[in-house]
């Protein structure tokens, strides 16, 4: 509370302005937060109204306070909705991606970029890495729901709210299932 009213007063009454600087300022709590273990949280689960497709998704805090919260447990159900939609998504994180899977993926763009001149042909196979990242790993994808969250990705989301909860918000791990796959 004494955040926003310093905020507030700051700002000169200006509402917005006041939510910017709340934002510059939490930034900098969100890097303290990040090292904090996490040890409760929530599961959650979206199954398609088909049911062809389910997913379950844990997602973890710091308190129990915060995974019992409303926007925590609702970002949780909309993560797993996400996941149910994107069947192409592998991973939480880049650095979960094993180095195999990236070798093998950047020797095929090399491949595909091989008639073009040489001088670019690795700016060309890291863009395509770059989009490929964006297909498998769910931080780096924008939410299905793009105009819900204003086009922000699942990390800006996940950013944002534990920003809003002042904890450390992790996706420690997901699992989609599917019929016929």
Same mark, same amino acid.
Request: hydrophobic share 40%; proline share 2%; glycine share 8%.
């Given at each position: 509370?004494?955040?926003?009213?310093?905020?507030?007063?700051?700002?000169? +009454?200006?509402?917005?302005?006041?939510?910017?600087?709340?934002?510059?300022?939490?930034?900098?709590?969100?890097? %303290?937060?990040? +090292?904090?273990?996490?040890?409760?949280?929530?599961?959650?689960?979206?199954?398609?109204?088909? +049911? /062809?497709?389910?997913?379950?998704?844990?997602?973890?805090?710091?308190?129990?306070?915060?995974?019992?919260?409303?926007? @925590?447990?609702?970002?949780?159900? &909309?993560?797993? =909705?996400?996941?149910?939609?994107? !069947?192409?998504?592998?991973?939480?994180?880049?650095?979960?991606? !094993?180095?195999?899977?990236? &070798?093998?993926?950047?020797?095929?763009?090399?491949?595909?970029?091989?008639?073009?001149?040489?001088? $670019?042909?690795?700016?060309?196979?890291?863009? /395509? =890495?770059?989009?490929?990242?964006?297909?498998?790993?769910?931080?780096?994808?924008?939410?299905?729901?793009?105009?819900?969250?204003?086009? %922000?990705? $699942?990390?800006?989301?996940?950013? &944002? =709210?534990?920003?809003?909860?002042?904890?450390?918000?992790?996706?420690?791990? @997901?699992?989609?299932?599917?019929? +016929?796959?």
């Amino acid at each position: 509370m004494m955040d926003c009213k310093n905020a507030l007063t700051e700002a000169g +009454g200006d509402g917005a302005k006041a939510e910017e600087i709340l934002r510059v300022k939490m930034g900098n709590k969100i890097g %303290k937060l990040a +090292g904090r273990e996490t040890s409760e949280g929530t599961v959650q689960a979206y199954v398609h109204a088909t +049911g /062809k497709v389910g997913v379950l998704v844990q997602v973890e805090c710091n308190t129990d306070f915060v995974a019992k919260n409303e926007d @925590f447990v609702d970002f949780a159900k &909309d993560l797993a =909705l996400h996941i149910a939609a994107s !069947p192409q998504t592998k991973y939480v994180t880049e650095e979960e991606i !094993p180095q195999a899977d990236k &070798d093998a993926e950047a020797r095929v763009f090399e491949q595909q970029a091989a008639d073009k001149p040489e001088n $670019i042909r690795p700016k060309i196979v890291e863009g /395509k =890495l770059k989009a490929w990242y964006k297909d498998v790993v769910l931080l780096d994808q924008e939410h299905v729901n793009g105009d819900k969250h204003d086009g %922000k990705t $699942i990390e800006q989301l996940r950013a &944002d =709210l534990s920003a809003k909860t002042g904890e450390n918000v992790v996706i420690k791990r @997901f699992t989609r299932f599917a019929v +016929g796959e």
